[in-house]
């Protein structure tokens, strides 16, 4: 059971919450596991597709920062608003608050930015109204969280048709791929060497992510990197031009001709069963007979009273 004296902000980086229900679900059972949260989300101050106004919106991510009583900053849900923020977050009070920022999708591009600023250490993990919100919350997703958090290591395991033998150690980094795509070339793409990349997305179709990795190829990036471990890719619809062409095929083709080797089977996305990956955590990544395991080390936990 996780102390109950750790606080947990909400704060909407993003999007608004399309179901304001999840959001009072959410706080219920942060509180069911003995948290103390404070919500900074306002649902009556939405603007258009976003949780507030951009400047509203940075006033709570560094409002979580300042709250002496919060240990881990949550996001709401993804969807689209973080990189509008970008360019005016203080990342060294987020970093020297010693706060965990937590989530995935949409918050990729804060992992990414913290990290590329101060070297901080944030989690992909679960949102508030998506995973903690659920009308239907997977145990299993919540309870990687926890132990994440608990530390001080943090195993993941996985298996995928094809994974090569693999056995390296590395910076783990990575997150939603089409948004770390959008941070190449920009001040806020961290600079890692020796690493071990991970992505998901969704509703990309599987052209558009061979697309996205040689062009990580093409930069130089890939051959910097040690290995690759893919997770959820769905939502997407196979057309009649395809011909064949599937995330399948895609997968051999990628796996021919990237310099690192690629995995499957990581059980991370927009899917409800995912686990909690701390970016820029060192990890240790060992696959065998197509089963994998990740463990993570050096990262940031809350400690049991």
Not at 61 to 71: R, S
Not at 169 to 192: C, D, K, Q, Y
Not at 197 to 220: C, K, N, S, W
């Amino acid at each position: 059971m996780i102390t109950p004296t750790i606080g947990v902000a909400i704060v909407a980086p993003g999007s608004h919450a399309p179901d304001p229900a999840a959001v009072t679900r959410a706080i219920a059972a942060l509180e069911a596991r003995g948290c103390l949260v404070h919500n900074y989300y306002d649902h009556d101050a939405r603007y258009l597709r976003f949780g507030g106004t951009d400047e509203a919106r940075l006033q709570q991510l560094h409002a979580a920062a300042l709250d002496p009583d919060v240990q881990v900053i949550m996001a709401l849900r993804g969807s689209y608003g973080m990189t509008r923020l970008l360019g005016r977050i203080d990342y060294r009070l987020l970093a020297d608050s010693g706060k965990i920022v937590c989530g995935f999708s949409d918050v990729t591009a804060l992992h990414m930015a913290l990290y590329a600023a101060t070297g901080a250490v944030s989690y992909a993990g679960p949102m508030a109204t998506s995973d903690f919100g659920a009308e239907a919350p997977v145990a299993f997703t919540l309870d990687d969280f926890w132990s994440c958090l608990a530390g001080p290591r943090h195993v993941v395991t996985g298996e995928g048709a094809g994974n090569p033998d693999v056995q390296v150690e590395g910076t783990v980094w990575g997150g939603n791929l089409a948004m770390f795509m959008s941070l190449t070339g920009t001040p806020h793409m961290p600079r890692i060497d020796g690493g071990i990349l991970f992505f998901e997305d969704i509703a990309e179709h599987p052209y558009r992510v061979e697309r996205m990795l040689l062009q990580l190829l093409q930069t130089g990036v890939l051959a910097r990197q040690k290995a690759i471990v893919l997770g959820d890719f769905s939502g997407y619809r196979l057309a009649p031009v395809d011909n064949g062409y599937d995330f399948a095929a895609m997968l051999a083709y990628l796996r021919d001709v990237l310099p690192i080797p690629v995995l499957t089977g990581l059980e991370f996305g927009h899917v409800p069963r995912h686990v909690t990956i701390p970016f820029g955590a060192q990890g240790r990544l060992v696959s065998e007979g197509g089963a994998f395991s990740l463990s993570l080390s050096d990262y940031p936990t809350v400690r049991r009273a």
